[in-house]
């Protein structure tokens, strides 16, 4: 039996250190500002390693655009930067800041937006967003861009 107390024990220390090296983030939403479910208007990171992923588009892995609409363009710029952040040991939970670009962009296409990146990010700890329309991006085929800041364990 008291190897058995011994052994809970250095499991919960275990799981304690691990907690303690983990990154610590924060969700704020002040009062004073509008605030939308879907980002946070602050987002604080301390203890980890900061990931930064370039912006991400509809392309497949040579390079070449892959032509669709909005919503299928957004869905595969998630998809490949899903991709980005696992390289790094990151997921989507991990992001603390995006940004978003989006060609042409108006109320229509941020609703459009929105509904995808819903299927990827948490309603509970959504990361801090900015979204900007564009006139253009570098192939003209393509509509939407995103990139990310995530915070992982060191």
Same mark, same amino acid.
């Given at each position: 039996?008291?190897?058995?107390?011994?052994?809970?024990?250095?499991?919960?220390?275990?799981?304690?250190?691990?907690?303690?090296?983990?990154?610590?983030?924060?969700?704020?939403?002040?009062? *004073?500002?509008?605030?939308?479910?879907?980002?946070?208007?602050?987002? +604080?990171?301390?203890?980890? #390693?900061?990931?930064?992923?370039?912006?991400?588009?509809?392309? $497949? %892995?040579?390079?070449?655009?892959?032509?669709? $609409?909005?919503?299928?363009? &957004?869905?595969? &710029?998630?998809?490949?930067?899903?991709?980005?952040?696992?390289? @790094? *040991?990151? +997921?989507?939970?991990?992001?603390?800041?995006?940004?978003?670009?989006? #060609?042409?962009?108006? +109320?229509?296409?941020?609703? &459009?937006?929105?509904?995808?990146? @819903? !299927?990827?990010?948490?309603?509970? %700890?959504?990361?801090?967003?900015?979204?900007? *329309?564009?006139? *253009?991006?570098?192939? !003209?085929?393509?509509?939407?861009?995103?990139?990310?800041? @995530?915070?992982? #364990?060191?």
């Amino acid at each position: 039996m008291p190897r058995l107390i011994a052994v809970l024990l250095l499991m919960c220390l275990a799981g304690a250190v691990r907690a303690a090296n983990a990154p610590r983030i924060e969700y704020l939403a002040p009062e *004073g500002l509008f605030n939308v479910p879907s980002f946070s208007q602050v987002t +604080t990171a301390s203890g980890g #390693k900061m990931v930064f992923v370039s912006g991400q588009v509809a392309w $497949d %892995r040579t390079g070449k655009p892959v032509p669709g $609409d909005l919503e299928s363009q &957004t869905r595969l &710029t998630y998809e490949n930067l899903k991709l980005a952040l696992a390289a @790094a *040991g990151a +997921t989507f939970e991990d992001v603390v800041k995006m940004t978003v670009f989006v #060609k042409n962009l108006d +109320t229509e296409k941020w609703k &459009t937006i929105s509904k995808v990146r @819903a !299927e990827y990010l948490s309603t509970q %700890r959504p990361p801090a967003s900015t979204m900007i *329309g564009v006139q *253009g991006m570098v192939y !003209e085929e393509m509509l939407i861009e995103v990139e990310a800041i @995530a915070v992982v #364990k060191e």
